[in-house]
């Protein structure tokens, strides 16, 4: 089993930045791949960034390309977020998710999910 564990949101202004961390437990030699995703309110859950756990592929959404940034640190089992040029329409609670299976956009595809964390980006 494979646990994941969200942390570092939090309330910034328009055209700040924040850093997500996932925190990555368990049986981590099982995990292929980490997506970041986010959910606003009254909309459906949608793919931000994926990269697989070696790091050789990273992946985007085209809202977020040039802007975010996702990395990991195999020692520290932890995958990063970097979000820079914040606006409004990235506030959603960003969940952090694993898979044994290669990146993919669809949720669905991530066994492994953890609680989330919220960013509120102010005008």
């Known amino acids: 089993q494979v646990q994941v564990a969200e942390s570092g949101g939090g309330l910034v202004q328009a055209g700040g930045s924040l850093r997500l961390s996932c925190a990555a437990s368990g049986r981590t030699v099982n995990i292929y791949a980490v997506a970041w995703f986010r959910q606003a309110p009254g909309k459906e859950r949608e793919f931000v960034a994926a990269q697989t756990w070696s790091g050789g592929s990273i992946y985007y959404a085209d809202s977020v390309k040039g802007r975010f940034t996702i990395s990991r640190d195999n020692a520290k089992n932890t995958v990063y977020l970097q979000m820079n040029g914040l606006k409004p329409e990235d506030t959603a609670v960003y969940f952090c998710?694993?898979?044994?299976?290669?990146?993919?956009?669809?949720?669905?595809?991530?066994?492994?999910w953890g609680p989330g964390t919220q960013v509120t980006v102010s005008s």
């Open positions: 998710a694993a898979s044994e299976k290669p990146p993919m956009s669809a949720p669905n595809e991530y066994r492994y």
